[in-house]
């Protein structure tokens, strides 16, 4: 075959691929970024059987987790909730590190807790220990230690509903310890629950000054690092990292701008008056495109993408964009069409479809501006201002930071709702999940997870696989409850708890 | 081929690695991106559905192939998309648009063929399971597309 023809050939066919990716429940993630997800993302093949005949985009889900849960399963190392890793049989071979097995230390408990994810905590005397314990929702007392020749450590993390192991503590050169978790788990529900390892490790085991450190996981935290010192004055523990952000806390200070709560919605059979709000409504930086009716584009600061734009024929999402130095780059774009639309008048022009979905938008900074770019020839020019108030003070603010844009992706404000009655219910357009949750004492509690997955061509069209199958994540801080929808973190629903809910629910 | 041996979850899962991608990629060039994604879902569902008949069949693939076709015939069939500009910013390579109007002027048989062995480098063989053919009716069909495809797009034999 002639060259240049086998290489076009060749060039469609990869961007076919990008236009159809593969049928996989997996987040659409950065290669490292997927790993992560691989090793969170376990499922309970048990619940997983043949649905009745009819029900075929269930069965389509059922089968797509089911496959991805073997091949998994198969592949995987099993990776711990912390992103570090370890195996099955918890052999790990010549490293070296501290055995919590009674040898050079042990697991006192492993507890929920109110602590933030990503936490790193040193008690070093009984005080210590005892206003650690306060923050663990175990009913025990606190061991007795003695401090003379052990110290405690704490480490929160994410995990799931099943709870890892921790049998050591691998060392590096530093000395820096970071804990090895594992589990052989292979049922688990993907609830975000946060966890407190707390663990005794003898003196003479370890070396006088030494850094603890948790690997960053995810969106949650970042890397985490605690410079202990047990020299011959005070032990002291000093986090050489930013403190890691509590549990749905806004990370960024531009996504502080969700207070105040923003106007309150019809709540559907709710016990507590409830408002509802997706964060789009509270990012500035979206809105319509002057001159380009039916076309809006969201996002806000944060530390990755997506960026979206919806236009009347489709939603374009670029999963990573960031400004640097005043250069935008934009990843790769995910066109999801909409369902019923031909063609489109712009400009006095008319857009086939196909053009539409073909040309992908790029865009342009110009001092505050956001441009769409020439690429996006049928609406060349046009541009959105961004907010200073919203997004960044200034332009120079902009530079080295990136964006992330929340909402419209899949699951549009108005398609996902949630109500807090006897059962906490989260419904989308896709799926509809009930969690029996309560809140006492100011805790969230959760317990049996039911969920029913109305599946369509409309969905699949509109939202990634992930995002059907994802679990609602939930976070309680203080009146507040977060629900996180998508495996991307990028839709959130918060649940605000009225004044007026005639339930109150105390306060932590 | 028949499906290999062990669970039905196993089996499946093994089925899904060995073949979602073939299957896709076949269905997205017979029908684009879009139709053909949907309807590789329909298919692989529909095999889970029926998966103790799909697991002993001795060509599961290209069975669910006209599955998928069967299922898409229920919606409105989208025109396949012009592609898409590069990326990383660069220019969208114009000369594909010429390619994707050469594609479209071929048989769904044709532009198959020529889109899983030229396109994603399935062997012959391979082309010819999905589309449930011999492998010499796979080898005409690529004979006549590619013929097609350099008289539409005026280029050269490079033989």
Known sequence: ?508 | MGVQGGSDSEAYAAFWRANEARLRRALVAHLGPVDGRAAAGDALSWAWEHWSDVRSMANPVGYLYRVGQTAARKHQPRPLPVPAAASDGQDPADGDLDLIEALRALSDQQRVAVLLVHAHRYSQREAAEVLDVAVSTVRVHLDRAVRHLRAALEVSDGS
Not at chain 1, 100 to 123: F, I, K, M, N
Not at chain 1, 158 to 168: D, E, T
């Open chain 1, 1 to 508: 075959m002639d060259p240049e023809l086998a290489e076009r050939l060749t060039r469609h066919g990869t961007w076919l691929d990008d236009a159809a990716p593969p049928l996989a429940p997996r987040p659409a993630a950065d290669p490292g970024e997927a790993a992560e997800h691989e090793g969170v993302r376990v499922v309970d093949i048990g619940a997983l059987t043949p649905p009745a005949a009819g029900r075929r985009r269930g069965a389509f889900v059922a089968a797509a987790l089911l496959a991805a849960a073997a091949i998994v399963a198969v592949a995987l190392v099993v990776r711990t909730p912390t992103g570090g890793s370890g195996t099955d049989d918890g052999s790990t071979g010549q490293s070296t590190g501290l055995e919590l097995d009674g040898r050079h230390g042990d697991v006192l408990v492993v507890a929920e807790s109110t602590l933030a994810a990503g936490d790193l905590t040193l008690a070093a005397d009984a005080q210590g220990l005892a206003d650690l314990w306060s923050s663990l929702t175990t009913t025990a007392p606190p061991p007795a230690i003695d401090f003379a020749t052990s110290v405690v450590l704490a480490m929160t993390v994410v995990g799931n509903s099943c709870v890892p192991s921790l049998g050591r503590l691998e060392r590096t050169d530093g000395p820096t310890y970071t804990p090895a978790f594992a589990t052989a788990a292979t049922s688990c529900l993907d609830l975000a629950v946060i966890r407190t390892f707390v663990v005794r490790v003898d003196r003479s085991a370890i070396e006088p000054h030494f850094v603890l450190r948790l690997p960053a996981y995810l969106r949650w935290y970042d890397e985490q690092r605690l410079e202990v010192d047990l020299g011959a004055g005070e032990a002291t523990g000093r986090l050489l990292t930013p403190a890691p952000v509590r549990q749905g806390v806004p990370t960024t200070a531009a996504s502080e701008l969700s207070d105040p709560p923003g106007p309150a919605t019809d709540a559907r059979s709710t016990v507590a008056g409830l408002w509802m709000r997706s964060e789009p409504d509270v990012v500035d930086a979206t809105g319509p495109l002057p001159g380009a009716d039916g076309f809006r584009l969201s996002f806000i600061p944060d530390e990755g993408g997506p960026l979206v734009l919806q236009s009347p024929c489709g939603t374009y999402v670029a999963q990573h964009f960031e400004v640097i130095d005043g250069r935008l780059t934009i990843g790769p774009w995910i066109v999801k069409p909409a369902e019923e639309c031909a063609s489109i008048t712009l400009d006095e022009r008319t857009n086939r479809l196909q053009a539409l979905l073909g040309e992908r938008p790029r865009f342009t900074i110009a001092g505050d501006e956001l441009s769409l770019g020439e690429g996006f020839d049928f609406q060349r020019g046009t541009t959105m201002p961004i907010d200073p108030q919203a997004t960044v003070p200034t332009m120079a603010e902009l530079r080295g930071r990136t964006f992330r844009a929340l909402g419209g992706i899949a699951l549009d404000q108005e398609d996902a709702t949630v109500t807090f009655g006897d059962q906490l219910t989260v419904t989308t357009r896709c799926s509809e999940t009930t969690i029996d949750a309560t809140i006492v004492d100011g805790r969230l509690r959760t317990g049996a997870v039911r969920r029913k997955v109305t599946v369509g061509r409309k969905c699949n069209d509109a939202a990634p696989l992930t995002t059907l199958i994802a679990w609602p994540r939930l976070s309680l801080q203080g009146a507040t409850l977060q629900v996180a929808l998508d495996d991307f973190a990028t839709t959130t629903v918060e649940v605000g708890i009225t004044p007026t809910s005639t339930e109150p629910t105390s306060r932590p």
